[in-house]
C-alpha cells in the first residue's frame, strides 16, 4: 500500500536492522546459490564499499548506466523461467567501481535514505549519487556466471509520459553530482 518503491524501501530500511541490506526487482530468480554468502564476503574485505550491483557503469549524461561505453557485470533475464539470456559488461576483477548500477538488484551495507522526489526509473541513479556524495565506494562483483535472473530485460522505460519530466527532476537534483563544475586555470 506504499505510494511509491522508494518509500516502500525507506519504510522497510527503517523495521529491519541487518547490517546488510538487499533490495531485489520481484521478477528476481535467485542463480546463484552462495549468493548471501559471497555478498557478506565481498562487504567484509572491501569495507570502503557501500553498495553493490550486479551490472554497472560510470553514471552517462543521461542517466541511463547501460548506454555507457564501459558496463561491468552480467545480469540474466527470461521470458519462461527455463532459458537465461545475459546481457554481459567486461567482467571486473574481483570487483569493479562504478558510479551506476542496476536497480533490479541492490545490497547496501550502509543506510541512506532512498529519494522519494524522482520518478521510478531514476529511483537507483538517485541513490547511487546519494551515495557518492557521502564518498561511499559501488561495485560490481566479479561473477562467472550471473547471480540473478530476472522475468524482465532491465531498461528504462523512456516512452512513458513521466520520463521526461522525470528526468529533469533528477538532473536539476543531481546535476552537481553527475557533472561537477570544472575550472581551468591557465
Known amino acids: 500500500n506504499s505510494p511509491s518503491k522508494a518509500a516502500s524501501y525507506n519504510e522497510g530500511m527503517q523495521q529491519i536492522n541487518g547490517e546488510i541490506k538487499l533490495y531485489i526487482d520481484e521478477s528476481a530468480i535467485i542463480v546463484n546459490k552462495n549468493i548471501l554468502k559471497d555478498i557478506v564476503r565481498f562487504f567484509e574485505t572491501n569495507p570502503e564499499d557501500k553498495m553493490l550491483g550486479l551490472f554497472g557503469s560510470e553514471m552517462p549524461i543521461n542517466g541511463d548506466y547501460s548506454e555507457s561505453q564501459n558496463c561491468y557485470g552480467i545480469y540474466g533475464y527470461t521470458q519462461n523461467g527455463k532459458n537465461i539470456n545475459c546481457n554481459l559488461g ?3 576483477i574481483w570487483k569493479q567501481n562504478v558510479t ?4 533490479m538488484f541492490v545490497a547496501t551495507s550502509s543506510d541512506i535514505e532512498w529519494d522519494d522526489s524522482v520518478g521510478e526509473e531514476f529511483l537507483i541513479a538517485a541513490q547511487c549519487c546519494r551515495f557518492r556524495e557521502k ?3 559501488i561495485s ?4 562467472d ?3 540473478c535472473a530476472y522475468y524482465k530485460k532491465s531498461s528504462y522505460n523512456e516512452q512513458s509520459n513521466d520520463f521526461k519530466k522525470d528526468r529533469l527532476k533528477f538532473f536539476d537534483k543531481y546535476k552537481k553530482i553527475i557533472q561537477p563544475l570544472v575550472s581551468i586555470l591557465i
Not at 140 to 143: A, E, F, S
Open 90 to 92: 567486461k567482467k571486473a
Open 100 to 103: 551506476c548500477i542496476d536497480g
Open 135 to 137: 564518498h561511499y565506494g
Open 140 to 143: 560490481v562483483p566479479m561473477q
Open 145 to 147: 556466471m550471473p547471480w
